[in-house]
T-cell receptor
């Protein structure tokens, strides 16, 4: 099956520093990747949609200058949390959409294991 | 806009009990429907899916049927195990290409006791 990896799985950083999280589709190409944020015991909230070769599309309320997204290739998207603060501590999850090329296909998404960010 | 409504948890069951987690949706057109599972400390995993009305998705003893007339996709399992303890998310996705991601329900935590 399709596999999506994230690195790192856990990161602790000091307030004011920046952190980069990588999301890779290991065995398929993903023109679209998504970044979610999950607070404890809550559902996933979409932050942005990352399209290869173009600027990311951010959801309302998400600061694009704080959460920098780069989709450099069909298998890699990165999320950089700039000038991190304790309130940015969260579980960040990426997914890659598998477009199977079949008309009316399900456009299934595969999720990475997530990155737990703790800002001290 | 699209939305997914799930029953609130936590749901606590004894091993071998019957499970139902309700899910209803609101969407235009004909979305694909999914159930994802998140085990403690792990990311989301696709449990099952259905892409058109009356389709039944099934996996690991779990089943859900795409009911367009009731806009529902309830998750069922005949006999739960302790290892099924997790958070279950119902989700939908539009079938047409676009930038929208999955729309998730709020999640339902299942706790199965020995």
């Amino acid at each position: 099956g399709a596999v999506v990896s994230q690195h790192p799985s856990r990161v602790i950083c000091k307030s004011g520093t920046s952190v980069k999280i990588e999301c890779r589709s290991l065995d398929f190409q993903a023109t679209t990747m998504f970044w979610y944020r999950q607070f404890p015991k809550q559902s996933l909230m979409l932050m942005a949609t990352s399209n290869e070769g173009s600027k990311a599309t951010y959801e309302q309320g998400v600061e694009k200058d704080k959460f920098l997204i780069n989709h450099a290739s069909l298998t890699l998207s990165t999320l950089t949390v700039t000038s991190a603060h304790p309130e940015d501590s969260s579980f960040y999850i990426c997914s890659a959409r598998f477009e199977n090329g079949v008309a009316g296909g399900s456009y299934e998404q595969y999720f990475g294991p997530g990155t737990r960010l703790t800002v001290t | 806009g699209d939305s997914v409504t799930q029953m609130e948890g936590p749901v606590t069951l004894s091993e071998e009990a019957f499970l139902t987690i309700n899910c209803t949706y609101t969407a235009t057109g004909y979305p694909s429907l999914f159930w994802y599972v998140q085990y403690p400390g792990e990311g989301l995993q696709l449990l099952l899916k259905a892409t058109k009305a009356d389709d039944k998705g099934s996996n690991k003893g779990f089943e859900a049927t795409y009911r367009k007339e009731t806009t529902s996709f309830h998750l069922e399992k005949g006999s739960v195990q302790v290892s099924d303890s997790a958070v279950y998310f119902c989700a939908l996705s539009r079938r047409t290409p676009g930038r929208r991601a999955l729309t998730f329900g709020s999640g339902t935590r299942l706790q199965v006791q020995p």
